[in-house]
């Protein structure tokens, strides 16, 4: 099983920028998919975008195409998002979790536990 621990969140202006990162352990597969999922205040959890740790491979969700970026410092057993050009819809409570493939990944039923995640705001 795949230990979890993020962090990174912080408060910021319409606009700005912040980093999570998201430190991994244990044992990964060539088709693991690492990604990050979001919840907002009153609406359900959902991917915000994942990486296949084998190649690369992303996924995002329309909203957040070519503000966010997805990658993978697997040395350091880091998953990042960076997030750019920041809007107070992006703010939510952000996790990360694992899983072996994007459809997996796009059902929220598919995790059975999550970590304790970290806070993004972002005023107007």
């Known amino acids: 099983q795949v230990q979890l621990v993020e962090s990174g969140g912080g408060l910021v202006q319409a606009g700005g920028s912040l980093r999570l990162s998201c430190v991994y352990s244990g044992r990964t597969y060539s088709n693991t998919y690492m990604g990050w999922f979001r919840r907002a205040p009153g609406k359900e959890r959902g991917l915000v975008a994942a990486i296949r740790l084998a190649d690369g491979g992303t996924y995002y969700m329309d909203s957040v195409k070519g503000r966010f970026t997805i990658s993978v410092d697997t040395s350091k057993n880091t998953v990042y998002l960076q997030m750019n050009s920041l809007e107070p819809e992006d703010t939510a409570v952000y996790y990360c979790?694992?899983?072996?493939?994007?459809?997996?990944?796009?059902?929220?039923?598919?995790?059975?536990?999550w970590g304790q995640g970290t806070q993004v705001t972002v005023s107007s």
């Open positions: 979790n694992t899983a072996l493939s994007i459809q997996a990944m796009r059902n929220i039923k598919t995790f059975r536990s």
